[in-house]
């Protein structure tokens, strides 16, 4: 057994704007994975797969544990139909059968607790077709994508718009690989360190080091003016190699700590990839 932690990134209301990083929760999260042949975190099963995203990218849907009732507003037939909820909304919308086809067959393998392959030509609308299933089957959900391109188009643009339709709003993770994100105790350190090498890594620092206290997620991604190969990056990021976990100073107000405590607050985690089979 394998035990990995999660990071999550934010919520959205019903007016779709992620709102700010979500409270401080006590205690630890933790995710276990199990390989054993298949693929499952703290007990969940690979559920859905889709072969091509809707640009290109190989999905997978990984339904978790049930969370309790839920009180839904719509059914997914009611929320595909010709005249329904996304028909009202969007106003390109257009009925697809194989949309509709999809998300019933999602809802199906989600209800029970089954495997399922789609495959699915582009223009078929296949991210609203599992995210509206997943985020009404009552269990938390995790949406591995083959790319951050996609990653990003489900975070920031397909569950915002999805986030009209629940009165409650969805509470919504965006995940990455550690060496995204800064190390708070590394940046201290360098301060006081001869660790950095030349005009250019002090330059860099100077950057990171003016950002760190200005940021909620210690994201690389938020950092203005920072070029994407740079070395003084690599020596502050958050890759675990050098980690002391809870013997570090800075443990308490990590950025990776604090997204651990976050995790199991949301019903959907998005990550990619190379972080869902690492």
Request: aromatic share 8%.
């Amino acid at each position: 057994k394998v035990t990995r932690r999660i990071p999550v990134q934010g919520e959205f209301g019903e007016d779709g704007q992620r709102g700010a990083a979500l409270g401080r929760l006590s205690g630890d999260v933790e995710d276990q994975r199990r390989v054993t042949g298949e693929v499952a975190h703290s007990g969940i099963d690979l559920t859905e797969r889709n072969a091509h995203g809707d640009s290109g990218e190989e999905t997978f849907i990984v339904a978790a544990r049930y969370t309790g009732p839920v009180a839904h507003p719509f059914s997914v037939r009611q929320f595909f139909a010709r005249n329904g909820r996304l028909a009202t909304a969007h106003p390109n919308y257009e009925f697809r059968a194989g949309q509709l086809e999809m998300a019933l067959a999602v809802e199906a393998a989600l209800d029970e607790g089954r495997h399922q392959i789609v495959e699915a030509g582009t223009g078929t609308g296949k991210t609203l077709a599992y995210l509206v299933p997943a985020i009404l089957s009552g269990k938390r959900v995790i949406i591995s994508t083959g790319t951050k391109n996609l990653q990003e188009q489900l975070f920031f643009k397909d569950i915002p718009f999805l986030a009209q339709f629940f009165p409650g709003g969805i509470k919504a993770c965006y995940m990455k690989g550690r060496a995204n994100y800064a190390c708070r105790q590394k940046i201290y350190d360098a301060e006081r360190e001869p660790i950095l090498t030349g005009l250019e890594e002090v330059t860099d620092f100077s950057i990171i080091r003016d950002w760190e206290p200005t940021t909620d997620t210690g994201d690389r991604a938020s950092i203005p003016n920072l070029t994407d190969g740079s070395t003084a990056w690599a020596k502050i990021d958050a890759r675990g190699e050098m980690c002391t976990g809870q013997k570090c100073a800075s443990f308490d107000k990590c950025f990776i700590t604090l997204m651990h405590r976050h995790a199991m607050e949301s019903d959907i985690v998005v990550v990619n990839h190379h972080l869902f089979f690492a």
